[in-house]
């Protein structure tokens, strides 16, 4: 693993690292924010997933978590979007497709299943990095995402329940396989057969028996993608039926923008701050 860089923050120390991804036969870069509270032994470890065109970056520059993770003793972790770099296939001017639309799938299809395994990376390899060279507390593990990361916390829970405690989303993809901007990447990483795209949608995979404690999502009301691409009352709808605690709040006149994530950031962290301290 390569330090990238390390800066002093709220008494913790954000850092940027990349290494060499087994899954995805790239080199990857991420982020770890380690709090002052882990000087005194491993903290629990929270993952953020970033959504469409976006990288480690994002959310490191704009979503403002460091004051809340630093209160609480949490350790955020946020990894890429996607594989990138040379020889890497991809569509450069399909924003919804390939380098930064990674979709936290594990592609089985050629010429992406070489590399494009983020769920793999996600759950696996980037955990066991960390494990190595961080005072992470593993028994300790929640995540969360923003739109494509989104989609991406809420099945990487649904279907990994013993390895998170909680989990939440901000303006989550939250039917995938219908979705507009998503179905063409589903049939693109996983074939053309809809069942086989079940496995990475929540709505799909609540249907077919999975199940989590209970899920926190704060959606836009004037956010541009909510009735084409988003639909929270679709997992509203799933999560009632399967009896999943969903709190859903509407918030009045935001956006899908990071001034809405930085707004209620403090609040997610809170939320899953509760649920991994015990």
């Not at 924010?33 to 990288?55: E, I, K, N």
């Not at 496995?199 to 009735?227: K, N």
Request: net charge negative; hydrophobic share 40%.
């Amino acid at each position: 693993m390569e330090t990238l860089s390390t800066a002093k923050s709220h008494g913790g120390v954000q850092g940027v690292y990349r290494h060499v991804s087994e899954a995805t036969g790239t080199e990857m870069t991420f982020a770890v924010f380690v709090p002052p509270q882990a000087a005194r032994g491993p903290v629990p470890v929270l993952w953020y997933l970033s959504g469409l065109t976006c990288t480690h970056a994002n959310v490191m520059e704009k979503g403002e978590y460091r004051a809340a993770a630093a209160a609480h003793g949490l350790m955020i972790v946020c990894p890429d979007t996607s594989p990138r770099g040379p020889g890497v296939p991809d569509e450069p001017d399909n924003s919804q497709f390939g380098c930064g639309a990674g979709f936290y799938v594990d592609a089985t299809q050629a010429p992406y299943a070489a590399n494009y395994r983020m769920a793999s990376y996600v759950r696996d390899e980037l955990p066991a990095l960390v494990a190595r060279h961080f005072p992470a507390d593993m028994a300790r593990q929640g995540i969360f995402g923003h739109s494509m990361g989104g989609h991406g916390a809420l099945t990487l829970a649904l279907k990994n329940p013993d390895r998170y405690r909680s989990c939440s989303a901000f303006a989550p993809i939250v039917q995938p396989s219908t979705a507009g901007w998503s179905k063409p990447a589903f049939e693109k990483y996983l074939g053309a057969d809809p069942a086989a795209w079940r496995a990475y949608d929540a709505t799909a995979l609540i249907a077919d028996g999975a199940r989590f404690p209970g899920f926190l999502v704060d959606q836009g009301s004037a956010d541009p993608f909510l009735t084409t691409g988003l639909r929270p009352g679709l997992l509203e709808v799933a999560c009632q039926e399967a009896g999943i605690p969903l709190t859903l709040h509407m918030r009045e006149g935001y956006d899908h923008s990071y001034y809405f994530i930085s707004t209620f950031m403090p609040d997610h962290i809170a939320w899953h701050a509760e649920r991994l301290k015990g």
